[in-house]
C-alpha cells in the first residue's frame, strides 16, 4: 500500500542554520505530496504542497521539490529561526482519492 | 474569518465512561474526518463524513461513533469499548472528498 517515510527526529539545529527534512514515499497512481506543520499543542498547518512532478512547493523560506525519479518531497530551508521549532509531517494523497497518509512526523527543534 | 473549532482544548474523563469530542466549522465545507495522533505516530484517520448525513469508517473506528446532523458539525464519541483512548483527536474538513483538508487545533483527551 502507499506509505511515506520520514527522517526520524529531533532534528537539532542552530539559528541560521540550513535545514533538510527527507521525506520519501510509495504510490501508485499520481500522488500529490503535502508538509504539514504542528506547533506545541496546535493542529496541523499546510506549509507547502506540490501536485505534480517537478513542482516546487515553497512558504515561509520553506521549499520542497517534488522528485518523481527518487520519489521524495524533501523539505529545505536556508535559514531557520527559532520561532521554526515544530513537528513536520510529510504526507501524500493519490489522485482521484480523498485519503491521506501521514509520515510519523519529524521534530525539529532550533537553538538560539 | 473562517475556520475550525475544536472544543475543550483538553479534556479527562474517568476509564468506562463515553466523551463526546466536538468539532464545527464554519468553511462551507462538505466533507468532515477525525484523525486520531499518538506520540512519535503519524495521523490515522478514524471516521469520515463525505455530506450531511453520510459517514463512513476509516482505518481505526472500532470504539468510535459520530454523526453529522448538520454541515457545520461532526462530533466524535469515544465510547468505552475503545481500549486506549487516550491521545491527541483532530478534526479536518475540505470542500470535498479529493479537496485539501484543512485541520482543527485538536483535543487532547486523557482516560484516568
Known amino acids: 500500500g502507499d506509505s511515506v517515510t520520514q527522517m526520524e527526529g529531533p532534528v537539532t539545529l542552530s539559528e541560521e542554520a540550513f535545514l533538510t527534512i527527507n521525506c520519501t514515499y510509495t504510490a501508485t497512481g499520481y500522488p500529490s505530496l503535502f508538509w504539514y506543520v504542528q506547533y506545541p499543542g496546535e493542529g496541523l498547518q499546510l506549509l507547502l504542497k506540490?501536485?505534480?512532478?517537478?513542482d516546487k512547493g515553497s512558504n515561509k523560506g520553506f521549499e520542497a521539490t517534488y522528485r518523481k525519479e527518487t520519489t521524495s518531497f524533501h523539505l529545505e530551508k536556508g535559514s531557520v529561526q527559532v520561532s521554526d521549532s515544530a513537528v513536520y509531517f510529510c504526507a501524500l494523497r493519490t489522485s482521484g482519492t480523498y485519503k491521506y497518509i501521514f509520515g510519523t512526523g519529524t521534530r525539529l527543534k532550533v537553538l538560539a | 474569518d473562517g475556520g475550525i473549532t475544536q472544543s475543550p482544548k483538553y479534556l479527562f474523563r474517568k476509564e468506562g465512561q463515553n466523551v463526546t469530542l466536538s468539532c464545527e466549522q464554519n468553511?462551507?465545507?462538505?466533507?468532515m474526518y477525525w484523525y486520531r495522533q499518538d506520540p512519535g505516530q503519524g495521523l490515522r484517520l478514524i471516521y469520515y463524513s463525505q455530506i450531511v448525513n453520510d459517514f463512513q469508517k476509516g482505518d481505526i473506528a472500532e470504539g468510535y461513533s459520530v454523526s453529522r446532523e448538520k454541515k457545520e458539525s461532526f462530533p466524535l464519541t469515544v465510547t468505552s469499548a475503545q481500549k486506549n483512548p487516550t491521545a491527541f483527536y483532530l478534526c479536518?474538513?475540505?470542500?470535498?472528498?479529493?479537496?485539501?483538508?484543512?485541520f482543527g487545533p485538536g483535543t487532547r483527551l486523557t482516560v484516568l
Open positions: 468553511l462551507n465545507h462538505d466533507a
Open positions: 479536518a474538513s475540505s470542500i470535498g472528498l479529493e479537496n485539501e483538508q484543512f
Open positions: 506540490a501536485t505534480k512532478a517537478d
